[in-house]
């Protein structure tokens, strides 16, 4: 009878992480949880390029002209800018872990204990010889994707400087959320009012963002400061709401590069543009530096909630109903630093 029971379980377990290799020939990772959502991971890039709910309802943007081929990025999904946030430094724009080849980590440090998660898989990416040449220190990236009981999805990285020359070394560093939304105009996000960003598109000069929420109606292309660690983003068509929680990343980027720049991005549609934003959990304005043998911990969390609107329209004064207020307006400090 146990046996039964012990097959049963185990059948019950192997159904949460399967490893497969996708049509395009790049080997994934599939996560599912018992209630029907999921989460596909490329080791390519350790790129989440899938998460859908329990009503098989795709949440992450993925361009139709994304290409699956090293060297270039996937276009799309949540693509790991490491060790470098755009093109400010010596490195390729975000940096190279995003297109390297990451492996399973066989046999990972103990995460925290998580509330008995079960769909998870852990990435690790390690120092090359060639990647020495372009960034001379050597690190352990470890990334573990988690698909939660309810559906939500986790990444947690955690960074070591195993350098044994005794040099830190600085990154910058960002998960780079393409989040689906019906229509882009038709979007705020909640949680970014009042803080300082610096504008990619002026310069990365400093600026201070209006008292509401935020609404699309051009190219935006952000880095807000110090931003708290929820931060929501409603889609009002869908009457959708994603929640973003972070720990570790002081900044959040936002970026739609509406048509103009759609048009001439060659992975990107030209009406793609309508249907994503960006919103990233990052760490830009103050590097991270970490002394040999110190670890950095960053995490995102993703969770997608039904919302309903008090107006019909997407009117700033307005507030709208249901809105999850409670994940936003509680401001837990910002859990920074590094652990030895
Ligand atoms: O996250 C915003 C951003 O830095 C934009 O400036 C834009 O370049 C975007 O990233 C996409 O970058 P990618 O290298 O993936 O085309």
Avoid at 110 to 121: E, L, M, R, W
Avoid at 165 to 171: I, L, P, Q, R, V
Wanted: proline content about 6%; glycine content about 8%; hydrophobic content about 30%.
């Amino acid at each position: 009878m146990s046996s039964g029971v012990g097959e049963k379980e185990k059948e019950k377990e192997q159904v949460l992480v399967e490893y497969c290799k996708a049509p395009n020939g790049l080997e994934k990772v599939v996560l599912k949880e018992l209630r029907g959502s999921s989460a596909e991971v490329y080791l390519y890039g350790a790129q989440v390029s899938s998460w859908k709910n329990e009503h098989r309802e795709e949440l992450l943007f993925m361009s139709s002209k994304a290409t699956y081929k090293s060297p270039r990025p996937i276009r799309g999904g949540i693509p790991i800018c490491f060790p470098q946030f755009g093109n400010l430094g010596s490195l390729e724009q975000h940096g190279f872990a995003r297109n390297r080849f990451w492996s399973i980590d066989q046999d990972p440090p103990p995460h925290p204990p998580d509330s008995g998660n079960k769909a998870f898989i852990d990435l690790i990416l390690r120092t090359s010889e060639e990647d020495l040449k372009i960034w001379p220190h050597r690190y352990e990236f470890r990334l573990r994707v988690t698909l939660g009981p309810g559906g939500d999805l986790m990444l947690n990285s955690r960074i070591r400087n195993t350098n044994t020359d005794g040099k830190s070394f600085t990154f910058t560093f960002a998960y780079h959320t393409y989040l689906a939304v019906t229509d882009i105009s038709e979007v705020r996000v909640e949680g970014l009012e009042t803080l300082d960003y610096l504008d990619n598109l002026k310069n990365r000069e400093r600026f201070t963002e209006q008292g509401d929420a935020i609404t699309f109606e051009s190219e935006v292309d952000k880095v807000y400061l110090g931003t708290p660690t929820k931060i929501a983003i409603l889609d009002h068509e869908r009457k959708r709401t994603f929640v973003l929680r972070k720990d570790g990343l002081p900044d959040a980027v936002v970026w739609n590069p509406w048509d103009k720049k759609a048009k001439v991005i060659p992975d990107f549609g030209d009406d793609e543009y309508k249907h994503m934003l960006c919103v990233q959990a990052a760490c830009v304005e103050t590097p991270i530096t970490l002394k040999p043998g110190e670890e950095w911990r960053g995490r995102q969390e993703l969770s997608a909630v039904p919302s309903s609107y008090c107006s019909g329209k997407l009117d700033p004064n307005k507030g709208w109903c249901g809105c999850p207020q409670a994940f936003i307006n509680e401001t837990v400090e910002y859990k920074g630093g590094h652990e030895a």
